[in-house]
């Protein structure tokens, strides 16, 4: 940055030595240490260094799971699994990347938000903000290539509806499609090109950090104000005073993060992304992670297409197409749409309104993108698109010069006199609150044709829930004598079964009466074993297509993951095998079908499964239908999640931890601040 | 100085030092799941026993099997190749270890194919290899010699090559990765 001519002094030899012949130690000291920041910034300035740590605890975890990936279209799957099951920590490293994306889109729309409110895009931050909007981008466009490197439905989808929208260009977006995907479908060679650049781009985003912040420690911070500093009472320097305030705001942010990771892993994950990619059927419901809801809704807003004496200017795909893009596009110019000479929306009574509207139009879109395309997901999608647009293209320029804007304080000083310790944390919380609901408003959307689950007691439930062993191995017993007759658990070892309170010699000897096929041996040929601990649990099927074949054309999913796959977890499992009821008169069932009250579409290809006094339980429990199917979905949850108990354990002790170290960072942060007046 | 003033400047020292410390130690401990991820996973540690089947082994040849990864070397010795290597001074060897301490039956010697210098696979098991001086293995790498107990007797390797855990099952087949527990000092 720039570096200054004056020759510094340092106490340490080392340091001096290294500083004199190359200034590291100087440039540090005025980009880090001296460097002039305005004293009033308030708690939303912290959101820049919070989606520096986001960056380095998503680069960090996300080289440990490289180590683990294997990106063929064959292996990722089972390669994600392997390092959630198998690999120490494995789960923590997936966990902490696949919510890390989240809060890291949370802190930077918090960021975006925050240089919207108060005009940090003006004279002389143009380049600031333009350098902000390509790391946007760059963003966006990792978040959806590691989204893609899993291999899930919603993986394997997402890949071939983004990749499509490029399918929009007149004449060569065929050609491009095919291109990007390097063939005719999504497929192997999509998935490591895609993989080589998740792993391209972090790079690539840190170069842009390191010019976005170059530039900014040029044109130096703008403050809640908007006035720039006038004299050396204005400022305080960088350290300690936000290094303090930064390290206090980070460590409160990793408290929400971290409770997430430990306790709530899978809440923003959507329950498609636990069931490996079928290349021959999407989802009922394809929807993006959260946060790209907002720009998905208005994708889909555009059904109708645009003709001019029967000639079709735009389709309404191409519309739609344009529109998403668009949105994030329009921001580049924001700083020439806006010419007001006052930055701060503090003072613009009229221009915060419009942006805090914006806000919650966001909310709404993200709402509207959540649900299924249709009906009232369409309105909202279209009245968000319209005053998107309508904000930037009319009411930014408009605004700009006929507002009446309210006096600006004399100085920064004069206005931290005013602003001094005034609920400035409160309302930083408020947006990140509404963030944290716009990351969860997927969940409120998702709607069904059911009735509502049955909202059972789980012992594992809560943040010092742990499984009911003794269910569980219930539930194992059910699985063994009904369920396996069908389903396969291929993720699951024999030797797992130890963690559920079987001894090494049961688990031997239960392994051994099952035959695996294992081979080929000397002469080539493949023979039968006895099975072992170290084996999987053994598919009642060779193939899905026997499978196929014996059942009448369905084929029962695999069920290691299957709470984590679908939306209600053991509620689901257990709603389900207690669901069969007689269909309504004027209900058809299919040949071959069932009627479910619980199942999509009511029509259930499974015949009733579980029925009271079919398995008599080792322990003696009554073998009520309750019982089995409690207790069978005890046991799927239990393979879903293995480390759920270490995870909560270690979890505590996090949550602790931090909560110690925000608490020490607060009283750091006011006893440094305390002589700022 | 003011007394005041001092009592905050202890304070601001304490707070500075706690929270510092702080940081060093939830740094230091998140990287630990990190470096431990690199460590085998749970069901790479499981796996790893093989059942050999010895019963075409005939006296004089060998067999190799791959156990974790490795080259697993199984030889039916001749009464001779016994005799060279039981009736001899075992102490004064570069790592000195019994033929006995190093065998289940006389006649099989089973060991990890691989040179204890710096992991080559020695030649030795297929007809027409270089045995080396001591008709054991030769590793190509570097010159290290084995004798027909798998024992270092000349070259550049500090160890005899590693016998792993196994038993006979029957008395043809054996299971490698659990049963005795060889010695093998040094590894």
């Known amino acids: ?677 | 100085m003011d007394q005041a003033v001092k009592k905050g400047a202890t304070r601001r020292d304490f707070l500075y030092l706690t929270a510092g410390a702080m940081g060093v130690v939830g740094a230091g401990s998140a990287a630990w799941p990190l470096i431990d991820s690199m460590n085998p996973a749970a069901d790479t540690l499981a796996a790893g026993s093989t059942e050999v089947d010895l019963s075409k082994v005939e006296v004089g040849s060998a067999l190799t099997a791959v156990w974790r990864g490795s080259p697993l070397f199984i030889r039916h010795r001749t009464p001779e190749e016994i005799k060279s290597v039981r009736d001899m001074d075992w102490k004064s060897l570069r790592d000195p270890q019994k033929d006995e301490d190093r065998t289940l039956k006389a006649e099989w010697i089973i060991i990890k194919g691989v040179c204890t210098h710096l992991g080559c696979i020695p030649l030795g098991q297929k007809a027409g290899d270089p045995r080396g001086e001591f008709n054991g293995w030769f590793c190509p790498c570097h010159g290290s010699q084995y004798d027909v107990s798998g024992r270092i007797r000349k070259g550049p390797a500090p160890l005899n090559m590693f016998v792993p855990p196994y038993k006979f099952i029957s008395d043809t087949v054996v299971h490698v990765g659990s049963g005795h527990d060889f010695p093998n000092p040094g590894f």
């Open chain 1, 1 to 677: 940055m720039s570096g200054s001519q004056e020759k510094e002094k340092f106490n340490n030899k080392t340091i001096q030595w290294i500083n004199d012949r190359m200034p590291i130690f100087s440039m540090l000291n005025n980009e880090y240490g001296k460097f002039p920041m305005p004293k009033n910034c308030n708690y939303f300035w912290n959101f820049g260094a919070i989606a520096m740590v986001m960056l380095v605890i998503m680069i960090v975890t996300g080289v440990f799971m490289a180590m683990n990936y294997v990106p063929s279209t064959a292996g990722a799957f089972a390669s994600i699994q392997h390092t959630t099951r198998e690999v120490n920590y494995g789960w923590l490293l997936r966990y902490m990347h696949m919510n890390g994306a989240s809060f890291f889109f949370i802190a930077v729309y918090i960021h975006l938000f925050r240089g919207l409110y108060y005009g940090s895009y003006k004279k002389p931050r143009e380049l600031v903000w333009i350098f902000g909007v390509v790391l946007l981008l760059l963003m966006m466009a990792t978040a959806f290539l590691g989204y893609t490197l899993p291999w899930s439905q919603m993986s394997g989808w997402g890949a071939t509806v983004i990749t499509s929208l490029f399918s929009a260009i007149p004449l060569i977006g065929g050609g491009i499609v095919t291109w990007l995907w390097g063939g005719f479908s999504v497929g192997q060679p999509t998935l490591n090109r895609f993989y080589a650049f998740h792993f391209l781009l972090p790079f690539i985003i840190c170069a842009a950090v390191f010019v976005h912040v170059w530039a900014l420690h040029v044109s130096k911070s703008n403050n809640p104000a908007g006035v720039e500093p006038k004299s050396e009472k204005d400022t305080v320097p960088f350290h300690p005073y936000y290094t303090a305030k930064d390290s206090f705001g980070t460590a409160v942010f990793m408290i929400v993060y971290f409770a997430v990771v430990f306790f709530a892993p899978l809440i923003l994950a959507n329950p498609d992304h636990w069931k490996p990619f079928n290349s021959l059927q999407t989802p009922p419901e394809i929807v993006p992670e959260w946060y790209f809801l907002p720009f998905y809704a208005m994708l889909r807003s555009f059904t109708v297409g645009i003709k001019v004496a029967g000639v079709t200017l735009l389709t309404a795909k191409q519309q739609g197409v344009l529109a998403m893009f668009g949105s994030i596009l329009i921001l580049f110019f924001v700083p020439w749409l806006d010419k007001s000479p006052v930055k701060s929306a503090r003072y613009r009574p009229v221009f915060k309104w419009a942006l805090r509207l914006l806000v919650l139009n966001m909310v709404m879109l993200t709402y509207a993108g959540a649900l299924p395309a249709a009906g009232k997901a369409l309105v909202m999608g279209r009245i968000g698109a319209a005053y998107y647009y309508f904000f930037f293209l009319v009411l930014l320029p408009y605004l700009g010069k006929r507002e009446k804007t309210l006096p600006l304080p004399e100085s920064i000083s004069a206005d931290y006199a005013a602003h001094h310790g005034g609920g400035a944390m409160k309302k930083a919380l408020i947006p990140a609150a509404l963030a944290l609901g716009l990351a969860l408003a997927p969940h409120a959307a998702r709607a069904a044709d059911t009735p509502p689950l049955p909202n059972l007691h789980w012992p594992e439930q809560g943040i010092f829930g742990h499984y009911d062993m003794a269910a569980v191995q219930r539930g194992f017993q059910v699985y063994k004598e009904v369920c396996s007759n069908c389903h396969s658990m291929k993720y699951i070892y024999y030797r797992n079964l130890e963690s559920i309170g079987y001894t090494k010699e049961q688990v031997k000897t239960l392994a051994a009466t099952y035959q695996i096929t294992d081979g080929p041996d000397e002469n080539g040929q493949m023979f039968q074993r006895p099975g072992r601990p170290t084996d999987h649990f053994k598919s009642p099927f060779p193939n899905p297509e026997t499978a196929r074949a014996a059942l009448n054309g369905a084929l029962p999913p695999d069920m290691s993951n299957l709470v984590n796959a679908r939306e209600g977890g053991p509620n689901y499992i257990y709603a389900i095998l207690t669901g069969y009821v007689p269909a309504p008169k004027d209900f058809h069932v299919m040949d071959g079908h069932m009627y479910n009250e619980y199942f999509p579409g009511h029509q259930i290809a499974m015949p009733q499964p579980l029925v009271a006094g079919q398995v008599q339980f080792q322990d003696g429990t009554p073998n009520t239908l309750d019982n089995e199917a409690r207790s069978v979905a005890q046991f799927l949850d239990w393979a879903s999640n293995p480390h759920m108990e270490q995870r909560k354990r270690l979890g505590i002790k996090v949550i602790l931890f931090m909560i110690a170290f925000a608490g020490i960072l607060l009283a750091t942060k006011r006893k440094v601040w305390s002589d700022v007046t």
